[in-house]
Nanobody, 126 residues
């Protein structure tokens, strides 16, 4: 059974930083592309960042480029999202996701992900 458990969310002031973690189990993590998505109140869930199974390639939403960094530690079955220069517009529930198959390229579409975490709340105050 695949499990994705996010942690690291919380309340932070604008301009601050947070690092989200997602611990994965029940899948061959080192062969699986991973992604982060977020859903703000009243909005649809949107892509934030993704990383190839090897860690060699990443992709970001335009709104977070230059501020957020996705990384992974295949030895720890964990993917991270370092978030810097946070703004109130970054307030959302952040979800970790694992791709449907193994290997493959960097994935940005929700339907390409088969497994989802429960989400972690990030709130940025102004």
């Amino acid at each position: 059974q695949v499990q994705l458990v996010e942690s690291g969310g919380g309340l932070v002031q604008a301009g601050g930083s947070l690092r989200l973690s997602c611990a994965a189990s029940g899948l061959t993590f080192s062969r699986t592309g991973m992604g982060w998505f977020r859903q703000a109140p009243g909005k649809e869930r949107e892509f934030v960042a993704s990383i190839k199974w090897s860690g060699g390639s990443t992709d970001y939403a335009d709104s977070v480029k230059g501020r957020f960094t996705i990384s992974r530690d295949n030895a720890k079955n964990t993917v991270y999202l370092q978030m810097n220069s946070l703004t109130p517009e970054d307030t959302a529930v952040y979800y970790c996701a694992a791709a449907r198959g193994t290997f493959g390229s960097v994935l940005v579409r929700q339907y390409e992900y088969a497994y989802w975490g429960q989400g972690t709340q990030v709130t940025v105050s102004s």
